[in-house]
């Protein structure tokens, strides 16, 4: 089993950024690929960014985020960040950690589908 815990979320104006964090612990040695998702109320989860991590790293960003989000991992901490830059209102949503075995494409990597672990999701707020 593997456990993730979300944290970092908060309100923030448009055009401020937020880092968010993902807790992860457990059996994680088995997993390799960590994705962050976001949820709208009434809107179907979809995928933001992920992380595919076996010694080399190679990341995917949904378009609406890239040049904007920044996924990394620290390994020795077991954490999975996400660096949100530039935030506006479609921004808003609770946002999630998940992880998998596996995603080799940006399809794998970006849809919720066979993500194998949850955490709860942090809240982010984007005001005008």
């Known amino acids: 089993q593997v456990q993730l815990v979300e944290s970092g979320g908060g309100s923030v104006q448009a055009g401020g950024s937020l880092r968010l964090s993902c807790a992860a612990s457990?059996?994680?040695?088995?997993?390799?690929?960590w994705g962050w998702f976001r949820q709208a109320p009434g809107a179907k989860r979809e995928g933001v960014a992920a992380?595919?991590?076996?010694?080399?790293?190679?990341?995917y960003y949904h378009d609406s985020v890239k040049g904007r989000f920044t996924i990394t991992k620290d390994t020795a901490k077991n954490t999975i960040y996400l660096q949100m830059d530039s935030l506006n209102l479609d921004d808003t949503a609770m946002y999630f950690c998940?992880?998998?075995?596996?995603?080799?494409?940006?399809?794998?990597?970006?849809?919720?589908?066979?993500?194998?672990?949850w955490g709860r999701g942090t809240q982010v707020t984007v005001s005008s």
């Open positions: 998940a992880a998998r075995v596996y995603c080799m494409t940006t399809a794998q990597a970006l849809s919720p589908t066979n993500y194998d672990y």
């Open positions: 457990g059996r994680t040695g088995a997993q390799n690929c």
């Open positions: 992380l595919m991590y076996t010694g080399d790293t190679i990341t």
